[in-house]
């Protein structure tokens, strides 16, 4: 799965999604929230995901 605004990654049976945008403090947009919903909707699909670690990127914010 490719994004603009987050990042995904699987390590086993945990996801990780990262809003991407730490120039901005990582605040949501309306396309950061699309692609949050349609990863976790390719998410629910697929069955090896348990977990989903929602982070934010930089070390100066979350959200």
Known sequence: MTF???LYEEDG???TIT???PEDGN???PL???EIRDCINN???ETRTRVIVITGAGDRFFV
């Open 13 to 15: 049976p945990i996801g």
């Open 19 to 21: 809003l991407n945008r």
């Open 43 to 45: 998410i629910r699909r």
């Open 4 to 6: 603009k605004e987050i």
């Open 27 to 29: 605040m949501f947009t």
């Open 32 to 34: 950061m929230c699309d």
